[in-house]
């Protein structure tokens, strides 16, 4: 996070709006709650004279509206779908460790969002995986696991293919799933 707030993000050429060429257009500060504190980051901006739209750009580890970042979003899906816990269960682990802590509704509301787009993620990640080595996984493997253990099975199958040098990490794949989600 501090290499974040010293260094804008890379940014697209074109806009997506139009495809007209962006140009930076200042910064705004933004809150993010990360572990046990609150820390004030810049978020980046760019115009588009073409279409008149200004977009900012959200690091990989910040979410639209969400004021905690993606690693305690991570931890309460880890603790929803790989340890099976309540919302409330949810709400006390993370009430002990993080600042403020959370509601239950919030947490509820995370995992209305993440059902949303889980069909469409799980689908981008099949149809790379599948484009790119076709027989890296077996369908038959997939068909009774639940949407979040077919993730959970795919997720490291398409990291070791499109980042073949770097180790597969656990806490890492929510960074990389918000970048892809951002594409759906």
């Not at 990360?34 to 004279?49: L, M, N, S, V, W």
Request: hydrophobic share 35%.
């Amino acid at each position: 996070m501090r290499r974040y707030q010293d260094v804008p993000p890379k940014c697209e050429e074109s806009c997506p709006n139009c495809h007209g060429k962006l140009y930076k257009h200042g910064r705004y500060y933004r809150s993010v709650i990360t572990g046990k504190a609150i820390t004030r980051i810049p978020i980046y901006r760019r115009f588009c004279p073409s279409c008149g739209k200004t977009f900012s750009i959200l690091p990989d580890f910040l979410y639209p509206y969400i004021v905690q970042s993606g690693w305690i979003l991570q931890k309460a899906w880890i603790l929803r779908y790989v340890r099976e816990n309540s919302y409330n269960r949810i709400q006390s682990a993370i009430f002990l460790n993080e600042t403020g802590g959370i509601s239950y509704k919030t947490i509820k509301r995370w995992d209305s969002l993440w059902r949303i787009k889980k069909e469409s993620l799980i689908h981008l990640l099949v149809y790379h995986l599948v484009d790119v080595h076709p027989t890296a996984i077996d369908i038959r493997e997939i068909k009774p696991l639940t949407d979040e253990q077919t993730l959970l099975y795919i997720l490291p199958k398409v990291w070791k293919i499109f980042h073949s040098t770097t180790t597969c990490p656990f806490y890492g794949f929510f960074n990389w799933i918000n970048q892809l989600m951002n594409k759906i």
